[in-house]
C-alpha cells in the first residue's frame, strides 16, 4: 500500500493557469507537509498542516494555498502559475512525535 | 535558523565504508539531526535521526560530538544500490510554529563496481 501518494506525477501548463495537487496519506499521521525542489535540488518547505491548522508557513507567494478537507489529504492550490514555478513538488507528513517525515513520490509541475 | 553545509559529492567502491559529515554550527538545544536519501525521481527516505552520541540502525549509524555543531552520516559497506542524494536536515517542529525546515543541497553520493 502506499503510504503517501500525489496526483498527478506530471503537470504541464501555462503562465496565469491555475492548478491543483493533491496529496493523501494511509499513515495515520496528524502532520503532513507541502516542499518545493527546485533545480539544484534544494528541498524547501512551503506549508505544514497539524490537525488542520497550519503550524508552519514559509515566506511563499499568496498564490499558493495548502487546503486540508481532512487529517488524511493536504492539496496545494496555485494560482496565476509563473514560469519560476516549475519544479518538483512533494508531499509528505510525519508523526507528531517524531520528526520522521514520508514523502510523495513528487509532481513535477512545468510551466510554459 | 540551523543551516547545514555538506560536501556537494562524493566517490565510493562497493565495500567500502562512507561517512558523510554534515556541519550545523547553529544548531538549536531541541533540534535533532535527521538523515534522509533520495533516489532520482523520487521523494526523500527517511535514514536515521539523533539527538546526541551515537545511533544505529539496520542501514546506517549517526555519530554526533559533544557539541553537536556537526555529524557523520557512516554507510557500512556500499553496494551500487546506495548511489543516491544524502541530505541533512536540523530542526524541531515544535519549538517555534514559525520554524522553517530547510534542506540543504545535499551530498552525491556514487558508488562505483
Known amino acids: 500500500d502506499t503510504a503517501v501518494s500525489q496526483t498527478p506525477k506530471y503537470l504541464v501548463t501555462q503562465m496565469g493557469n491555475d492548478k491543483s495537487i493533491k496529496c493523501e496519506q494511509n499513515l495515520g499521521h496528524d502532520t503532513m507537509y507541502w516542499y518545493k525542489q527546485d533545480s539544484k535540488k534544494f528541498l524547501k518547505i512551503m506549508f505544514s498542516?497539524?490537525?488542520?491548522?497550519?503550524?508552519i508557513n514559509e515566506t511563499v507567494p499568496n498564490r499558493f494555498s495548502p487546503k486540508s478537507p481532512d487529517k488524511a489529504h493536504l492539496n496545494l492550490h496555485i494560482n496565476s502559475l509563473e514560469l519560476g514555478d516549475s519544479a518538483v513538488y512533494f508531499c509528505?507528513?510525519?508523526?507528531?512525535?517524531?520528526?520522521?517525515?514520508?514523502f510523495g513520490p513528487g509532481t513535477r509541475l512545468t510551466v510554459t | 535558523l540551523a543551516k547545514t553545509t555538506q560536501p556537494i559529492s562524493m566517490d565510493s567502491y562497493e565495500g567500502q565504508e562512507v561517512n558523510i559529515t554534515c556541519s550545523h554550527n547553529n544548531i538549536a538545544t531541541n533540534d535533532y539531526i535527521t538523515w534522509y536519501q533520495q533516489f532520482p525521481s523520487q521523494g526523500p527516505r527517511f535514514i536515521i535521526q539523533?539527538?546526541?552520541t551515537k545511533v544505529t540502525n539496520e542501514v546506517a549509524s549517526l555519530f554526533i560530538p559533544a557539541d553537536r555543531k556537526s555529524s557523520t552520516l557512516s554507510l557500512p559497506r556500499v553496494s551500487l544500490s546506495d548511489t543516491a542524494v544524502y541530505y541533512c536536515?536540523?530542526?524541531?517542529?515544535?519549538?517555534?510554529?514559525?520554524?522553517?525546515?530547510?534542506f540543504g543541497s545535499g551530498t552525491r553520493l556514487l558508488v562505483r563496481p
Open positions: 498542516y497539524n490537525n488542520k491548522e497550519l503550524i
Open positions: 509528505a507528513s510525519s508523526d507528531r512525535e517524531e520528526n520522521e517525515q514520508y
Open positions: 536536515l536540523v530542526g524541531d517542529n515544535w519549538v517555534d510554529s514559525s520554524y522553517k525546515l530547510i
Open positions: 539523533g539527538y546526541k
